[in-house]
T-cell receptor, first 118, second 114 residues
C-alpha cells in the first residue's frame, strides 16, 4: 500500500487565486511528520512546510498552509494568492516515528504538477 | 555558499561503465541520503547514513555503493551501469533529532546511460 497518495497528477489555477493540493497518508505510527516540497522546472527540491502529528495547530509559512486532518489522514497544501512562480511539481512526504531507521527517511508521494495561469 | 553540493551535475556515459557522484554538505548535519528520481518524477530513497554509519539500504542493487568518509560527505559509486540507472540522483542531509528534520537537497545529478 502506498504510504503517501497524491491523487491529482496536475492542477491548474488562475494567478492570484488559492489552490489546494491533496495529500493522504497511511501510517500506524502515532509519531510522524508531514512535509511539502516544491520542485520547479530547474529541478531543485525546496522545502515548504512541516506538520508534526502532535501539533495542535495547522502549520503556516507565508502563503503556504497545511490543512491537517488527522482523523482523515490528510495533509493538504493550500497556496493562497497564487503567483506565476508557483508553477512547479509539489511533493507531499512523510517521516514515520522512531523505530529502526524509519526516522531517517522521507517517503514521497508521486507529486502534483501545478500550473498557474496568468 | 551552497549548503548541499553535488558533482557532477550532468553525467552521460555508456552502459557497463563505472561512475561516481560526490556530495558534500556544510550545514553541520549528521545524516545524509541518496534519493533517486525516475523519469516519472518519483523520488525514492536509496541510502541513508548517520554519522558515517549506514542506516538505510533500500533494496538497491549492490552495483550501487555509497561511501561516507566523514559526516559531511556521502559519495555514490555505481558499477556496471545499466540503461535503467538513468535518473536524477539527489543527495540530501538533515539533522537527526531536530523537531522538523526536513531534508535539505542538493541540486541533483542527472545521469544518462547510453
Amino acid at each position: 500500500a502506498q504510504k503517501i497518495t497524491q491523487t491529482q497528477p496536475g492542477m491548474f489555477v488562475q494567478e492570484k487565486e488559492a489552490v489546494t493540493l491533496d495529500c493522504t497518508y497511511d501510517t500506524s505510527d502515532p509519531s510522524y511528520g508531514l512535509f511539502w516540497y516544491k520542485q520547479p522546472s530547474s529541478g531543485e527540491m525546496i522545502f515548504l512546510i512541516y506538520q508534526g502529528s502532535y501539533d495542535q495547530q495547522n502549520a503556516t509559512e507565508g502563503r503556504y498552509s497545511l490543512n491537517f486532518q488527522k482523523a482523515r489522514k490528510s495533509a493538504n497544501l493550500v497556496i493562497s494568492a497564487s503567483q506565476l512562480g508557483d508553477s512547479a511539481m509539489y511533493f507531499c512526504a512523510m517521516r514515520e516515528g522512531y523505530s529502526g531507521g524509519s526516522n531517517y527517511k522521507l517517503t514521497f508521494g508521486k507529486g502534483t504538477l501545478l500550473t498557474v495561469n496568468p | 555558499d551552497t549548503a548541499v553540493s553535488q558533482t557532477p551535475k550532468y553525467l552521460v556515459t555508456q552502459m557497463g561503465n563505472d561512475k561516481s557522484i560526490k556530495c558534500e554538505q556544510n550545514l553541520g548535519h549528521d545524516t545524509m541520503y541518496w534519493y533517486k528520481q525516475d523519469s516519472k518524477k518519483f523520488l525514492k530513497i536509496m541510502f541513508s547514513y548517520n554519522n558515517k554509519e549506514l542506516i538505510i539500504n533500500e533494496t538497491v542493487p549492490n552495483r550501487f555503493s555509497p561511501k561516507s568518509p566523514d559526516k559531511a560527505h556521502l559519495n555514490l559509486h555505481i558499477n556496471s551501469l545499466e540503461l535503467g540507472d538513468s535518473a536524477v540522483y539527489f543527495c540530501a542531509s538533515s539533522l537527526a533529532g531536530r523537531n522538523t528534520g526536513e531534508l535539505f537537497f542538493g541540486e541533483g545529478s542527472r545521469l544518462t546511460v547510453l
